[in-house]
Every structure is written in structure tokens, then in C-alpha cells.
Nanobody, 125 residues
């Protein structure tokens, strides 16, 4: 049974930092593209960042480029999202997702097979 478990969310002031983690089990982690998505209240889920199997390629939404960094540790079956210079508009539930893919990192939400339950990030102004 595949499980993705996010952690590291919380309440932080604008300008602060958080590091999200997503621990994966029940899948061959090193064969998956991993992505982070977020959903704010009343809005659709949107892409944040993704990383290829070997960390060779990473992509980011324009709204987080230069502030967020995605990384992974295949030995630990974990993907991370380092979030710096947080803004109130970053407030959302953050989800990690996996896609068995031979290709590069991508933002195609429909292609991600498994999803975590999410972790809340709240940025106060």
C-alpha cells in the first residue's frame, strides 16, 4: 500500500521559513517523479514544484521560483520543500504526490498517481 505522509507545516510570520517533508512508503521511490502542490481555501489545487528521479531536473511555479527549493533523498524515501521568504499568499494545504515516470520533472497534476493528505502552512502578515 502506497503512503505519502507530509509533515513540517505550521504557522509562520511573513518572511519566515519552513521545511516540508514527505515520507514515502510502499513504492519504489527512486523510480518516481515527486511533486508538491498546494490548495488555498476557495481555490483550485495548483502546482508548486517537482523533481525528477535522480534530482537531475527540477521545476517550479513562477510564484515560488527563487524562494522555494525542492530536493529528495532516495536513501530515505523522502522529498523536501524548503520554503523561504514566505508570503501570506503562500498560505495553503501543501500536498506531495508521486508519479512513476522515466521522464523529467513535470507539473501535470493528472499524471501523479498517489497523493498525501496534506499539511497546513499558514503565513501571517
Amino acid at each position: 500500500q502506497v503512503q505519502l505522509a507530509e509533515s513540517g507545516g505550521g504557522l509562520v510570520q511573513a518572511g519566515g521559513s519552513l521545511r516540508l517533508s514527505c515520507a514515502a512508503s510502499g513504492l519504489t521511490f527512486s523510480r518516481t517523479v515527486m511533486g508538491w502542490f498546494r490548495q488555498a481555501p476557495g481555490k483550485e489545487r495548483e502546482f508548486v514544484a517537482a523533481i525528477s528521479r535522480s534530482s537531475f531536473s527540477t521545476i517550479y511555479a513562477d510564484s515560488v521560483k527563487g524562494r522555494f527549493t525542492i530536493s529528495r533523498d532516495n536513501a530515505e524515501n523522502t522529498v523536501y520543500l524548503q520554503m523561504n521568504s514566505l508570503k501570506p499568499e503562500d498560505t495553503a494545504v501543501y500536498f506531495c504526490a508521486s508519479d512513476y515516470s522515466l521522464g523529467n520533472a513535470h507539473s501535470r497534476m493528472r499524471d501523479y498517481d498517489y497523493w498525501g493528505r496534506g499539511t497546513q502552512v499558514t503565513v501571517s502578515s
